[in-house]
């Protein structure tokens, strides 16, 4: 359900030199909001239907122009990839099979790797590492595109270690689902996919999640249409501790845990709040998702983060807004007070307006990229791995430093009546180079342009304005910049 932004905003457009400008926004040098560790998506599930498309993940993961449906399309350069660890087999073991939801499709039965609990042992027969194919040749195809950090991350435990032997979750939805006899197998599961992955798949995942939105009661093995399941904040901090011990056991003591994965901010700051301080410990990184939309608290999240000493990330975020105009509102609002360092969307394929690209991942077949998809764009195409995250100084303005290439990336969005809008760099050491271009891409929400270039606007002393239509999304870039 989508929550209306509780802020209005204003974007920018094009240059005319000497108008008098409706808005001004100060960027910051100062404000350090952390350094950007990238954009991603997770591969569940269009990666299991598209998994051997060389063209998608170009177009997902390159920041080259790629054809697709007769057009040519340029990349959005995510280097974030999240590989869901399956949970579903077709075996019998011992009498016992896996319990399907009535309402679960095959495109979101995800191929677990250890199918029974006879051994522990990754090369008997109690493992298959040959199922999930295409979602893993999409993560090599994203690797081999540029993708360079990658999150393992599980729905939920495999059938076999829940109570009910269905992995869309227990009976209900509100209890939990993993046998307590099997928390440390779950955290074996991941910990060893992980090694396997580093020793036969050339994939280090830089982090682990045992959880996805485990506190929801939505998890129900009845009426349940994907894999999940319920973790009482107990349970959670119990797994915590065991997932950190096995992939220390498996030589693998870099790799982060992240947690908890909570469906909104809020439930995120109840849910760490009830950890405790051990299993908060054993936590590298919180991640949430971005499900509250407009509502939440946002800044709260960021400051328990900010104060605990961990990195957050917005690591699922998706609506069925195919405009993008809630995901350019709702990335500038965690850009102004969640100060995420890692942001990745949910369902890169998908139909109703919530792909990227339209599609059906149960058919697969492919439509039209929408325009949210060159909204997206105004900012992972820009705003890129290792720069450092400034305060754009309104709620329209997003903007980064590349101190490399010392180049200032600005992105906003003009929601209102069209405008001119003034972005004052006076309070750089170094503001660029009055007189100099500044380049500018355009994508109009809904319709109109889709991410295209211009270069018609200039440096005006240690200002530059630009007018802008409504609903309109723009970036800037302005070279020669020093903090």
Known sequence: MYLPSLFGVTLAAILTPGAVADETTTISS??????????????????KAFGTRSDLASIFFSTSSTTYDGASVSGLGLNIARYNAGACSKNTYDGDSMVVSPDITAARQVDAYWINWASNSSTSSSWTWSVDANQRNMMSLAKSNGADTFELFSNSPVWWMCA??????????????????????????????????????????????AFNEPISNWW????????????????????????????????LSSTLVSASDENTYDLAVSTWNSLGSTAQSKVGRIN??????????RDGLYDLAHNAGKKLWNSEYGESDATGSKLASNLLLDFRWLHPTGWVYWQAIDGGGWGLIDGDNDA?????????????????????????????????????????????????????????????LSKFSTPGTSGALVKRWST???????????????????KFSSKFATNQVMTFEVDNVVM
Request: with cysteine; aromatic share 14%.
């Open 30 to 47: 100062t404000t350090n909001w952390g350094t950007w560790e990238g954009w991603g998506v997770s591969l569940a599930w269009w990666a």
């Open 164 to 209: 009910n032997h269905n992995p869309s979750g227990s009976n209900g939805g509100s209890s939990d689902n993993l046998q307590s006899w099997n928390y440390d197998q779950h955290a074996f599961y991941l910990a060893t996919i992980a090694k396997y992955a580093s020793a036969n798949w050339g994939i280090n995942f830089a982090s682990v999640e």
């Open 220 to 251: 129900n093995g009845q009426t349940g249409t994907q894999e999940g399941c319920h973790f009482a904040a107990s349970t959670q901090a119990t797994v915590l501790g065991y997932l950190r011990t096995e992939l220390n056991n498996q030589g």
């Open 288 to 297: 949430v998702h971005g499900y509250q939309y407009g509502d939440g608290s």
């Open 364 to 424: 697969v077949t492919t439509g039209a990229v929408s325009q949210k998809y060159y909204v997206l764009a105004q900012f992972t195409r820009h705003i890129r791995k290792g720069m450092t995250i400034l305060d754009g100084g309104s709620d329209y303005t997003a903007a980064a430093y590349d101190a490399t290439n010392k180049k200032l990336i600005i992105v906003a969005v003009n929601w209102g009546s069209a405008q001119t809008i003034t972005f004052d």
């Open 444 to 462: 109009q929400i809904s319709s109109g342009d889709k991410y295209v270039s211009y270069s018609d606007t200039y440096l005006s002393g240690s």
